[in-house]
């Protein structure tokens, strides 16, 4: 079964300095139908102008992930870790018995294009961390490379579930498998380019929710990178 999430059908908030798109309930956007797909519960593509951002708040029992598409983003937060995201890099956060943070585009002349992903912990109360990691490049033979897992090994960042995070990138026309194992589903976000997945075209901001099946197909329909959320 694959369900397509069009960009162009997404929940969105729009600010002064915040347009975000909302493929899952959030804010004041809500949809019982939209509510999450296995432990990924939000999934927001936001764009903040220059200087602008979020100011302190608190999460509590989440793992929260940060993918930057363009631009930069500033992090603070209650346990005293601060840095700066770019592309290239992934941000996590274990929100668990709860922390505070802040996050503002770190440039005064540039917008910052990210998104920004909730998923259920395995457990709740979990001591707050925070994470930022170089995303390694996939080797020659392979189009995809894990940036996440629940173990963190090999300089990967680390999820309290059981999940691995995907990047996938394909150049004009190039096509590759992704195969599921028995009981996993997996989300699909285009972040760049355009994809035709099993026979469904899918453009920059789509994405896609597959399980049931245990293989599935992606051609580039332009140089096109993709994450894979593969959860139990």
């Known amino acids: 079964m694959i369900k397509i999430h069009d960009r162009d059908l997404r929940g ?12 899952y309930s959030f804010a004041g ?4 139908d939209r509510m999450g797909f ?3 519960r939000v999934l927001n593509d936001d764009i903040v102008i220059p200087g602008a951002g979020f100011p302190m708040h608190g999460h509590a029992n989440m793992e929260i992930v940060t993918y930057i598409l ?8 209650s346990t005293g870790n601060s ?4 592309p290239g890099e992934l941000q996590r956060m274990t929100a668990g018995s709860g922390i505070e943070h802040s996050e503002f585009n770190h440039s ?13 912990p395995e457990e709740k109360g979990l001591t707050p961390i925070y994470e930022q990691v170089a995303i ?8 995809f490379v894990v940036i996440a897992d629940r173990k963190g090994t090999n300089g990967i960042a680390t999820i ?3 999940i691995k995070i995907v990047h996938g990138k394909l150049k004009d026309g190039e096509t590759t498998d992704y195969k599921i194992a028995p009981g996993r589903g997996v989300f699909l976000q285009v972040t760049h380019g355009g994809i035709v997945l099993n026979g469904e075209h899918l453009k920059e901001g789509d994405g896609a929710e597959i399980e049931d099946i245990d293989l599935f197909t992606l051609k580039a329909s332009h140089d096109a990178e993709v994450l894979l959320f593969d959860m139990a």
Do not use: C, M
Not at 29 to 32: I, K, L, R
Not at 83 to 86: A, D, E, K, L, P
Not at 136 to 143: I, K, L
């Open 12 to 23: 969105r908030t729009k600010t002064g300095w915040l347009d975000s798109y909302h493929t």
């Open 29 to 32: 956007f809500q949809d019982p």
């Open 38 to 40: 296995r432990s990924l």
């Open 70 to 77: 363009n631009g930069a983003l500033e992090h603070k937060d």
């Open 83 to 86: 840095g700066v995201i770019q």
């Open 108 to 120: 005064k002349e540039n917008q910052v294009h990210l998104l920004q992903l909730w998923f259920y």
């Open 136 to 143: 390694p490049a996939p080797s020659n033979d392979d189009h």
């Open 160 to 162: 309290h579930q059981d």
